[in-house]
């Protein structure tokens, strides 16, 4: 940030707004309500608002009127006490203007400025009602979105937001920070009869920017904001209504709200088209499993024709290779991978992405019903290739194929990325908070790790190890769908490995989001319980030209 101290960035002055920005995060959630009757205006579906150009804002009125808090600079002699940091120009000029010794407030707060700390003042008067003053650190992207995470997470009930403390940053730090500050406000919505009073209720943030060059930065966080809502919206959604029909039809009301046209395939048109992994997943259970294909067909430059896979698995209770009871607890998020390319689907028109986008969601419900598929069972794929399925819990993989295959086949795309949650090995080997990366081309892997790193989704790329691959040799088919030689270990790579059997000759990358999917405490910007992962990650890979 920069310590400018012009008169010029004197507040209340409308002409430095420069954006605003809001998430209607109705959740799908709602929906829960299932033949309850539904309360009005709970259904609308998640969006990014207007936003207002710097030209024509109106006035700023906001209830929460967001400063930095900058560093203090150095001191001769470090014995002297600590000095505070202080307030940005806009801000300091507010509180004076409220009568208020900020000063003071500090040195009560004994704040240091560190990322993240946040100072809360609040006003007698009308608006802003409050300040919240936000440690921003060094000013990177990083750092302000932490503390603009920090942010969302103090805002309580207040929904309009005025933001000085980024006046100075560059477009990616605004982005950041409106970000996380959309990301850190995000409440989940409690399944109950009683209406919400707590605060936890559908979000609208309304952001404005106080920066002259970020209106469009502002703009793309907003629907960033709004895509990683949906997904963890979706991925929160309890089984019970959450079948893989009521998936795909929040599917195609998105997808078509937000332009892209959509198609759902149910038992029998999957049948025609061979997806016998699929439907041998969904056969446990009485409710059917869909394939939704989605298609984004702006093409207004030239770039590459991309196909995105999601795991949608709406519960996942291992079939007859059952789970243990704890295991299952959390399986209703097994579709992650499919809320995240449905919410990446969701926001491509917004964020400009200027080709031709496929998205295919494999949606199962893996259950251990009387005609569930059996270990031992051979199932064959759309490409005619055969599968001994040994452990009916490893079913992920077994979706994917048959849409990887299609892919291949029928829609032949330039390069093609799915995101499962597919194995415990993954969270093992990486922790909750990086996604595991396969890719077969060192390009795509190079451009999916910085998109990872710069959107606040961290990727780490991990080897297709060819000399693991006998592990998935079978007696009875072309392959089988795990490695059963219990010294070799490495389930996540022999998973990427079986799913590579499936992409032909193209360019493919697979992301195991296993562990950051969900999440156990509320951190920064991901809240307890599922988290979205996965779809800040592909979208910034998508408006960066989806190199591979
Ligand atoms: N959905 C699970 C993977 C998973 C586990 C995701 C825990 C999130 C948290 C997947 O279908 C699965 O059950 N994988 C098995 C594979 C094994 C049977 C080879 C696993 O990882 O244990
Ligand atoms: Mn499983
Ligand atoms: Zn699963």
């Not at 940053?169 to 970000?179: H, K, T």
């Not at 031992?376 to 005619?384: F, P």
């Not at 691959?469 to 059963?484: K, M, Q």
Request: one cysteine or more.
């Amino acid at each position: 940030m920069s310590p400018s101290r012009s008169t010029s960035d004197q507040p209340a002055r409308p002409a430095t707004t420069a954006g605003v920005a809001a998430v209607d995060a109705a959740a799908a959630v709602n929906d829960a309500a299932g033949p309850r009757p539904r309360r009005p205006g709970t259904r609308a579906p998640v969006r990014p608002r207007a936003l207002v150009d710097a030209r024509t804002a109106a006035p700023i009125g906001a209830a929460v009127l967001v400063g930095a808090l900058e560093p203090p600079p150095e001191r001769a002699d470090p014995t002297a006490g600590p000095v505070r940091p202080t307030a940005d120009p806009v801000t300091a000029a507010a509180a004076r203007d409220a009568g208020v010794d900020l000063e003071l407030r500090l040195e009560r707060a004994r704040a240091d400025g560190h990322v993240g700390e946040v100072v809360t003042v609040e006003l007698d008067g009308d608006r802003p009602q409050r300040l919240l003053l936000v440690g921003v650190g060094t000013g990177s992207p990083a750092d302000l979105r932490r503390a603009g995470a920090a942010v969302g997470r103090r805002l309580g009930p207040a929904r309009s937001v005025d933001v000085a403390a980024v006046r100075a940053a560059r477009s990616a730090g605004v982005r950041a920070f409106v970000e996380g500050l959309l990301l850190g406000a995000y409440r989940p919505q409690r399944i109950t009869a009683r209406p919400d009073r707590s605060g936890s209720g559908p979000v609208t943030v309304d952001v404005r920017v106080r920066n002259e060059r970020a209106a469009e930065a502002v703009r793309r966080a907003g629907a960033t904001g709004a895509a990683v809502t949906l997904a963890r919206d979706l991925a929160r959604t309890p089984s019970d209504l959450k079948s893989p029909d009521w998936l795909a039809r929040q599917a195609v009301s998105r997808a078509r709200a937000a332009g892209l046209d959509a198609r759902v395939w149910g038992p029998r048109e999957l049948a025609a088209h061979g997806f016998g992994g699929l439907l041998a997943v969904g056969a446990g259970s009485a409710r059917p499993p869909r394939l939704v294909r989605l298609e984004h067909r702006r093409t207004t430059r030239s770039g590459p024709h991309v196909v995105l896979v999601g795991k949608g698995i709406t519960f996942d209770s291992g079939g007859l290779s059952l789970k243990p009871a704890d295991a299952m607890t959390t399986m209703k998020t097994d579709m992650s991978g499919a809320a995240a390319v449905l919410a990446v689907m969701t926001a491509l028109d917004a964020l400009e992405v200027p080709y031709r986008v496929t998205a295919l969601l494999a949606l199962a419900e893996n259950m251990p019903g009387g005609a569930a598929m059996r270990p031992g069972d051979v199932i064959t794929h759309v490409d005619g290739r055969t599968t001994e399925v040994l452990n009916t819990d490893a079913e992920g993989r077994l979706v994917l194929a048959d849409c990887l295959a299609y892919a291949d086949r029928a829609v032949r795309p330039d390069v093609m990325v799915d995101v499962a949650t597919l194995t415990g090995a993954a969270t093992l080997a990486l922790g909750r908070r990086q996604g595991a990366l396969f890719a077969t081309t060192d390009r795509l892997a190079t451009a999916l790790g910085r998109a990872g790193a710069e959107s606040g989704e961290p990727v780490w790329r991990m080897p297709l190890e060819d000399d693991y691959r006998p592990a998935l040799d079978s007696d009875v088919a072309d392959v089988r769908h795990i490695g059963t030689d219990p010294t070799l270990g490495a389930g996540a790579i022999t998973a990427a490995l079986y799913l590579r059997e499936f992409v032909g000759d193209r360019p493919w990358a697979h992301l195991d989001i296993a562990g950051p999917a969900r999440a156990e405490t509320d951190r920064d910007d991901t809240p307890r319980g599922a988290t979205g992962f996965g779809t800040r990650v592909l979208l910034r890979w998508l408006e960066d030209g989806a190199r591979f």
